[in-house]
């Protein structure tokens, strides 16, 4: 049974640029959630999903961000116009479909984004 | 303050050694508890899931926790080099999981 993917796993953008990070989850889950790590800080969260339905939210920066889990293919994790700040770790999570109160969350590799 | 603190370390101990690795959360509606062990440029792979106060036992690993001092542990028996890591803590109640500082372990050999 594959793992949470995500591709790719290292992107390169300059500023200004647009990128489009995407994750497979697990088989069998229907939940999924991006973390971001920046450079010596923890995991922080930023968006839950279920298909084709944004749960929360609550730690996507205001602009420039968006996620999406449709009903067919991979979430994609999207940042527009991307600058400095944005380098970092970005990590997909899926847990399985249930009870919100009960959610083991198993994580992809990461992709590593650079913004020169 | 922090919703989760966890001591960065770094922590060394040699090898055969037990490890205590300790999270404080000040959240009462926390429900569910985690460890993960993240080695460097790897994604977090979970260790140990609980959701009440006690222990829970998986080989080596033992996670233990208190929701009344607000306070959850892992410990490591027989520590090996291949544990040297960083170990994340993790709690949330709805979805999100607030992590941990992380705390890196080296066991020498």
């Known amino acids: 049974n594959a793992g949470v993917m995500q591709n790719p796993r290292h992107l390169v953008r300059r500023r200004g640029q647009e990128a489009r990070l995407r994750c497979s989850p697990m088989?069998?889950?229907?939940?999924v959630y991006w973390y971001r790590q920046l450079p010596e800080e923890g995991l922080k969260f930023m968006v839950y999903?279920?298909?084709?339905?944004?749960?929360?939210e609550s730690g996507m920066p205001k602009e420039r961000f968006s996620a999406e889990f449709p009903k067919e293919g991979p979430s994609i994790l999207r940042i527009q116009q991307v600058v400095r700040g944005d380098s970092a770790a970005y990590f997909c999570?899926?847990?399985?479909?249930?009870?919100?109160?009960?959610?083991?969350?198993?994580f992809g590799p990461g992709t590593r984004l650079t913004v020169l | 303050q922090k919703e989760v603190e966890q001591d960065p370390g770094p922590l060394s101990v040699p090898e055969g050694a037990i490890v205590s690795l300790n999270c404080t959360y000040s959240?009462?509606?926390?429900?569910?508890f985690m460890w993960y062990r993240q080695y460097s440029r790897k994604g977090p792979e979970l260790l140990m899931y609980t959701y009440s106060s006690g222990n829970k036992e998986d080989g080596r690993f033992t996670a233990q926790v208190d929701k009344s001092s607000k306070y959850i542990s892992l410990f490591i028996r027989d520590s090996q080099p291949s544990d040297s890591a960083t170990y994340l803590c993790?709690?949330?109640?709805?979805?999100?999981?607030?992590f941990g500082q992380g705390t890196t372990l080296q066991v020498k050999p």
């Open positions: 088989k069998g889950h229907s939940h």
């Open positions: 999903l279920q298909k084709e339905n944004i749960i929360d």
């Open positions: 959240n009462s509606a926390f429900q569910y």
């Open positions: 993790a709690m949330g109640s709805a979805g999100k999981l607030i």
């Open positions: 999570a899926s847990s399985p479909p249930g009870d919100v109160g009960y959610n083991e969350q198993f």
